[in-house]
């Protein structure tokens, strides 16, 4: 292995479990056996089909020592999508664990991939093989839409990864991560890269919960205390809730909080800091494809204003009047302060790029430059403000949902003619999933198959939660759907009733 963790205690913040250092790399050189029992090599790609519990930790790393690349998935897809990321990816093997659905498993058996439960480890007390695992070679590949079509995997190296958190370090120091608490998802970079895996390697120690369940929310406050917690990264979701549910934590170790995957509006981010008793909340930037928090609100007090992103973190920020990577990037693309424009970044966290889509990194890379697909703005202290999003993504709670996954299931439907997808604005989660589409008829038993097809082939997070029925979808001049004119021509038509559709015919 090129580095040599220096890993801090692992504990599952609910359950009271506790891994002390000494107990992580015990479980690791466990797994190690095993892995190299099963034949796992340099540059071998390992599923691992579960998250935020212990183990998941303990398999990453056994995996990075012997060269493999780690490739977290959400454990909530059908069968039907594990198998396109399988067809996809190739993995060598799957990590299921005790709360993997049989029929996912029979599902990944037979695709060919050897599936391993995570407690299945081994004891040998054989020599375990040397490191494998080079700077450049891939370290982790976080799917980030596809899932139902043609996935689209970020692929970073260890040399990305630890640039990330080198940056970090500089940016942000570790004092104030000494007791980190990540109740976000460990499938994607957000909750794996930055809000674990940064502090936890680094030897602080790391509290995890299972993601994004409105019962821990409701208990925050208390868990902050239970566990003296000083430091947590979260989504706006979490705060819709937690500041009208949760008491507030009266032990005082939270010494600062991220909010990231969208920006914070200047209300919510004044009452976030009434409810934890610091002023140390920031705003944190973060994009998978250059490993997640890439700026923040560092640098001083903060005033919080709607959309204020704040100074890169180890990251070059410019915006430009120009998303086309096929341009020049000279100074005749760069917007004045105050003008809006194009985000770009420029950092050594960057992505190597899409797995096996060339055509894609080109589209958003062009000599070290990111192009992130947000609009903004740099104001005259050279802080980012975000006014905007291109791109097509739905953020519901900080979870991503591409609405072609959505779409490319709906298109399968042989009765469905046209669909699209988009998003809703949700007073919980902040975005939803709406859904417009044209059926060749549009009786009640079509609509119910359709349904039903959906449920069968999609994650639960990923179903609409409104759907029209639509004689055709707009388009502009060269045929491309526009999702926000279909979005807007949808809110004068009556949606279906759901509730109804979903229940079973009689």
Not at 299 to 309: E, K, Q, S
Not at 434 to 452: F, K, P, S, Y
Not at 483 to 491: F, N, T, Y
């Amino acid at each position: 292995m090129f580095f040599h963790p220096r890993v801090g205690a692992l504990v599952e913040a609910t359950s009271g479990r506790r891994w002390e250092p000494t107990d992580v790399l015990r479980e690791v050189d466990r797994r190690i056996r095993r892995y190299a029992r099963h034949g796992l090599g340099r540059g071998d790609r390992v599923f691992l089909h579960f998250g935020n519990r212990l183990e998941f930790f303990a398999e990453l790393l056994a995996v990075w020592r012997l060269g493999g690349c780690v490739v977290p998935i959400d454990a909530r897809l059908t069968p039907f999508e594990l198998e396109t990321l399988v067809a996809a990816a190739s993995p060598r093997c799957c990590v299921t664990d005790d709360g993997t659905a049989p029929e996912v498993v029979r599902a990944l058996g037979a695709t060919g991939v050897t599936v391993l439960d995570t407690l299945d480890a081994d004891d040998g007390t054989e020599p375990l093989p040397p490191g494998q695992s080079r700077l450049d070679d891939d370290a982790l590949i976080l799917f980030t839409s596809g899932s139902t079509g043609n996935p689209k995997g970020v692929v970073h190296t260890h040399r990305s990864l630890l640039a990330r958190w080198t940056t970090l370090q500089q940016s942000l120091g570790l004092e104030v991560f000494a007791r980190t608490l990540c109740l976000l998802p460990t499938h994607f970079g957000h909750g794996l890269i930055c809000n674990c895996l940064y502090p936890w390697l680094a030897g602080q120690d790391l509290f995890i919960t299972p993601p994004f369940r409105p019962d821990l929310i409701m208990r925050l406050g208390t868990l902050l205390d239970e566990h003296r917690i000083t430091f947590m990264s979260s989504v706006p979701s979490v705060w819709r809730v937690a500041l009208k549910m949760a008491r507030a934590p009266q032990g005082g170790s939270l010494r600062r909080v991220h909010v990231g995957s969208a920006p914070l509006s200047a209300s919510l981010w004044e009452d976030i800091r009434r409810w934890t008793g610091t002023p140390d909340v920031l705003n944190a930037y973060g994009i998978t494809e250059t490993g997640s928090w890439v700026a923040g609100t560092t640098g001083g007090p903060v005033t919080p204003t709607d959309g204020l992103v704040g100074e890169g973190w180890g990251a070059t920020i410019q915006v430009r009047n120009t998303a086309d990577t096929t341009v020049p990037l000279g100074p005749d693309t760069e917007c004045a302060p105050g003008d809006a424009g194009y985000v770009w970044l420029k950092t050594p966290a960057l992505m190597k790029g899409y797995f096996d889509r060339d055509d894609l990194t080109a589209q958003v890379v062009a000599d070290g430059w990111f192009m992130t697909g947000d609009i903004g703005l740099l104001d005259d202290r050279g802080r980012l403000h975000l006014r905007g999003r291109e791109r097509d993504e739905i953020n519901k709670g900080g979870l991503k949902i591409y609405p072609s996954d959505v779409d490319a299931v709906v298109e399968r439907f042989d009765r469905a003619s046209d669909v699209c997808a988009f998003a809703l604005d949700d007073p919980a989660y902040g975005q939803n999933v709406g859904i417009a589409v044209v059926l060749t008829d549009r009786e009640d038993g079509t609509v119910r198959e359709l349904h039903q097809w959906m449920k069968r082939h999609l994650a639960e997070h990923k179903m609409p939660v409104r759907w029209y029925l639509v004689d055709e979808i707009p388009r502009t001049s060269r045929g491309k759907v526009n999702r926000d004119a279909v979005k807007q021509a949808c809110e004068a038509l009556t949606p279906l009733d759901v509730a109804r559709i979903a229940a079973p015919a009689r």
